[in-house]
């Protein structure tokens, strides 16, 4: 496998490689860094005419789902700083840490408020990478299928860029700056040379994370707002992860046994890159705030017996299941998976 990404910031704690910024001058520089540069072959294509059905009628489907985010949502549903949106204990991390730790519930609520406006915030900047991302699928993607496809998502990214910038704007007061780690793996995905690999990180991958993380605010949450914005979203975000599904068999099928290895290699090392800062640049903003130190709460965790239950349930939601489908994860990937808790349990199906 090739070198591991951020490698200069991968460091020990216990049995587990992490990824842990620490370098402010170098988070800085790639928070400022707005301009990227991206290699994009644009293709024509005069075949105008439907070619792939499955994929026209999820085109269908998206023209059948639009919302407006200023006029569907009911913005004048109360979201309140003193009022619990989720369950204190099991949804999120500080609140569940902290009410171990003895702290009074109004410190945790606070902590919830807190770790959930950085959440949505980093789901955010996520947003408007699928937005960019898409655009240059409708330039460079080889059927008029796929065009129409990504052009139509793109309206969907716009929508999701601006209900969570709402949210953050209206209800919560804060939005943080993106994480060192996401930059880097969302550039790498926007810079990539080819739409393949451009599909395969931002489709199935990314996408594939958001549904999963999506899917547990969704049924965490106690507050009407966020349940409604949640599932709109939702609704979209499993159309791009199907059409993520439809590209990437075609990409699948035409490619050659090294180049499907390749895919397969670097699908896993984007996804272990992020699960190897287990949410180390969240903790390091917001941890000290409540007394928490960022790397003894990682130690913590690792060490818990049902760790690789609960780090995997995101991975094994959507893109662990699509990725097999795929076969771009094989026996050959499978065991690294595994030991950095991204499957758990039910052994591989190979099809
Ligand atoms: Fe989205
Ligand atoms: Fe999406």
Partial sequence: MAAKILSQYRRQIGEFETVDFVDEAHISTLRAQLDVGVPLDLHW????????????????????????????????????????????????????????????????????????????????????????????????????????????????????????????????????????????????????????????????LFEGMAVGIFDQIGRATTNPLLRDIIRRVQLDESRHAAFGILSMRQVVKESSREEIEEMEDFAYSILETLNANQQLDMLRIIGPKYGLDPESVVHMMLGMPEWPMINSEVFMHTVVPNLRRLGLITERTEPHWRRVGMIYGEPVVVQ
Wanted: hydrophobic share 40%; with cysteine; net charge negative.
């Fill in 45 to 204: 294509t005069w075949e105008y005419g439907s070619e792939v059905e499955e994929l026209r009628n999820l085109y269908e489907r998206g023209k059948k789902g639009q919302w407006n985010a200023e006029t569907d949502v009911d913005w004048d549903t109360p979201f309140e700083r003193d009022e619990w949106f989720m369950p204190r204990v099991g949804a999120l991390l500080l609140p569940s840490l902290l009410t171990e730790a003895g702290a009074d519930e109004a410190t945790c609520r606070e902590a919830a408020w807190d770790e959930f406006a950085h959440l949505i915030s980093q789901l955010l900047h996520g947003e408007q990478a699928a937005m960019q991302l898409c655009g240059q699928l409708t330039n460079a993607c080889p059927t008029m299928d796929a065009k129409f496809y990504a052009g139509s998502q793109v309206i969907d990214e716009v929508r999701h860029t601006e209900v969570l910038g709402k949210f953050l704007q209206r209800k919560m007061g804060t939005l943080y700056p993106i994480d060192p780690t996401l930059k880097v793996l969302l550039d790498m995905l926007l810079a990539a040379p080819t739409w393949k690999i451009k599909t395969l990180g931002m489709q199935c």
